[in-house]
């Protein structure tokens, strides 16, 4: 039982690496204070921009004389976990891409897919460290050092600590995608004119059909950047600072994290998901297992699908695991999707 619950937790911990900003804040909206919030962190995330924490003091006190639910600032330095504040939408229209839009079209044959079933993931010491000199457990896109098993005289980190999605086990499927991507922003803001047409379906390890489509774009990531949503030609992973360090640093052809639908068997199960999709550099080795830095091999490309446990609700991105329908050895639903096309075209 405690075995189970430890598990789960880390699980939630790993996947909770791929937050996304309240998709409701492109026309601004209600913010619920978080723990370590400050009124210039929240305008820093939310509007681009620090100094425009008095915008969202004046529109906060103005909301609060129609409606109460709404809290009232009277000093800017003192607000409290849980006050509903009003943010205005942005102002600032984010860079575009140098050069004009970048159109990827790009499709995923059935000739190897793969289903990602939970595993640990051995950690590199050249984004790990060593336990005398820990390095990468930076918030969101790090790994906790609660989180890391080191080996039996506490010299060198082995492994994480719990079954992740950025595992090395597999159970081979079927599937296939179609995406046609526009990179036309350049970096986040609350709003983009990145465009993503994406749909992919796959089987299950019991047989189950899946199908999966992309409803709008995210633009913005208060975690790591999203770039507008779409991103093409640029690094990610490892030592860059974006998405998790689980992923050893890598080439990436075209990326987008947009919302998605989730059909199982032809019936919708969810429409609020979370969903990131990437074809980039190979970073596996010739038994799958994810390599470091040093063995990622850019001779090759191959396409990921991620469906953290997170969904997006108009307060913004709340943890929930992803009804995959797929119990693991252990009894659980597997809380997050993570599916491997090998055999990809990229036009
Ligand atoms: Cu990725």
């Given at each position: 039982?405690?075995?189970?619950?430890?598990?789960?937790?880390l699980?939630?911990a790993a996947?909770?690496l791929?937050?996304?900003?309240?998709?409701?804040?492109?026309?601004?909206?209600?913010?619920?204070?978080?723990?370590?919030?400050?009124?210039?962190?929240?305008?820093?995330?939310?509007?681009?921009?620090?100094?425009?924490?008095?915008?969202?003091?004046?529109?906060?006190?103005?909301?609060?004389?129609?409606?109460?639910?709404?809290?009232?600032?009277?000093?800017?330095?003192?607000?409290?976990?849980?006050?509903?504040?009003?943010?205005?939408?942005?102002?600032?229209?984010?860079?575009?891409?140098?050069?004009?839009?970048?159109?990827?079209?790009?499709?995923?044959?059935?000739?190897?897919?793969?289903?990602?079933?939970?595993?640990?993931?051995?950690l590199d010491p050249k984004i790990f460290g060593t336990p005398d000199m820990p390095l990468g457990f930076e918030e969101d896109v790090g790994l906790p050092l609660e989180a890391r098993m080191t080996?039996?005289?506490?010299?060198?980190y082995?492994?994480t600590a719990?079954?992740?999605?950025?595992?090395?086990?597999?159970?081979?499927?079927?599937?296939?995608?179609?995406?046609?991507?526009?990179?036309?922003?350049?970096?986040?803001?609350?709003?983009?004119?990145?465009?993503?047409?994406?749909?992919?379906?796959?089987?299950?390890?019991?047989?189950?059909?899946?199908?999966?489509?992309?409803?709008?774009?995210?633009?913005?990531?208060?975690d790591?950047?999203?770039?507008?949503?779409?991103?093409?030609?640029?690094?990610?992973?490892g030592m860059?600072g974006?998405?998790t360090k689980l992923?050893?640093?890598?080439?990436?052809?075209?990326?987008?994290?947009?919302?998605?639908?989730?059909?199982?068997?032809?019936?919708?199960?969810?429409?609020?998901?979370?969903?990131?999709?990437?074809?980039?550099?190979?970073?596996?080795?010739?038994?799958?297992?994810?390599?470091?830095?040093?063995?990622?091999?850019?001779?090759?490309?191959?396409?990921?699908?991620?469906?953290?446990?997170?969904?997006?609700?108009?307060?913004?991105?709340?943890?929930?695991?992803?009804?995959?329908?797929?119990?693991?050895?252990?009894?659980?639903?597997?809380?997050?999707?993570?599916?491997?096309?090998?055999?990809?075209?990229?036009?």
């Open positions: 039982m405690n075995i189970r619950r430890i598990t789960l937790a699980l939630l996947t909770s791929l937050l996304v900003a309240p998709v409701a804040f492109a026309e601004g909206g209600a913010y619920t204070v978080a723990a370590g919030d400050t009124l210039f962190e929240i305008a820093a995330k939310l509007l681009g921009d620090g100094n425009r924490y008095l915008e969202i003091v004046q529109l906060t006190n103005e909301q609060h004389a129609e409606d109460s639910g709404y809290a009232f600032i009277e000093n800017p330095n003192l607000i409290e976990i849980g006050w509903k504040l009003a943010v205005p939408g942005a102002a600032f229209t984010p860079g575009r891409v140098a050069g004009g839009p970048v159109w990827v079209k790009a499709s995923g044959s059935s000739a190897d897919v793969r289903w990602i079933l939970p595993g640990l993931r051995n080996n039996e005289e506490g010299t060198e082995t492994t719990a079954p992740g999605p950025f595992s090395d086990n597999f159970k081979m499927i079927e599937g296939t995608f179609n995406l046609e991507a526009v990179d036309a922003t350049l970096i986040d803001g609350m709003s983009t004119e990145d465009k993503v047409d994406f749909t992919a379906s796959f089987t299950g390890p019991d047989g189950k059909q899946y199908s999966l489509k992309i409803l709008m774009v995210i633009p913005m990531g208060p790591h950047p999203f770039l507008g949503g779409v991103a093409t030609n640029f690094m990610q992973h860059t974006i998405g992923m050893p640093t890598m080439y990436v052809y075209v990326a987008f994290w947009g919302v998605g639908e989730l059909s199982i068997d032809g019936e919708v199960v969810a429409s609020n998901r979370i969903v990131h999709g990437m074809i980039s550099s190979n970073v596996r080795d010739e038994e799958y297992k994810l390599v470091f830095d040093d063995g990622v091999d850019n001779s090759k490309i191959h396409f990921h699908l991620i469906l953290p446990n997170i969904e997006v609700t108009p307060d913004g991105p709340q943890t929930s695991p992803v009804p995959t329908g797929f119990e693991m050895p252990n009894g659980m639903e597997q809380p997050f999707l993570h599916i491997m096309y090998e055999d990809v075209t990229l036009n």
